[in-house]
């Protein structure tokens, strides 16, 4: 089942970007719109691992963006990113797919940041953030924590899983930049490359989105009023190394 959804191209202000959309296998829930990182497109194991939240009614959509569709080695800026990202949203959401709402809006490291980035300004009902990159290696002092916050700050339920060891910015440093904040954050074995411990990560995911399935909608976009504010993994999904 997963990665075996044909690519589809959609046009953006930036080229053509690739959308593989994996329908969900019955109803109840919405869309889960995932990028990737600046250093794979969206065959990485974690963003395949996901696919799998089909089997819980979740319709699931990978984004590649212009930028690798063109064989390209370097990620583009942001705001590209960000306008690929927008145009594809109004695709899935307005064009000829029509995707179930409500739409949750995530990815992977540089995706995870698009995400947070766009989040508000889409109408998202929740985020998924995993590899969130705080800052460069070694660098804290440029700190990404505005991106971070941008959701949160609009009252979004985000969710973030990141690797014990992640020299971008490791879970204790990404709880202290959300303490206090409707978001969860969820510890895995690992550095900023994909977890090995998939079923932690699907199971994190998978919690999230229903936790946004059973809360109160507010508006066409079903954004929560009553997000989960708990900031550390439930017992039995915590994994120490």
Known sequence: MTGRARGRRVDTPQGPAEVRLHRAEGPGGGTLVLGHGAGAGVETADLQALVGLVS?????ALVQQPWRVAGRRVATSAPTLDAAT???LSTLRHGRWRVPEP???GGRSAGARVACRLAGAVGAAGVVALAFPLYPPGRPERSRADE?????RDGIPTLVVQGARDPFGGPREIRSVLAGRAARVVEVPGDHGPTRDLPTLRDAVSDFLDGLRL????????????????EHPPPTRSTHV
């Open 56 to 60: 819980s009614g979740w319709t699931v």
């Open 215 to 230: 809360s109160p909608a507010a508006g066409p976009s079903g954004r929560a009023q009553e997000p989960d504010t708990d």
């Open 103 to 105: 739409v949750v809006l």
């Open 86 to 88: 927008t145009a594809v």
């Open 148 to 152: 971070l916050l941008a959701p949160v």
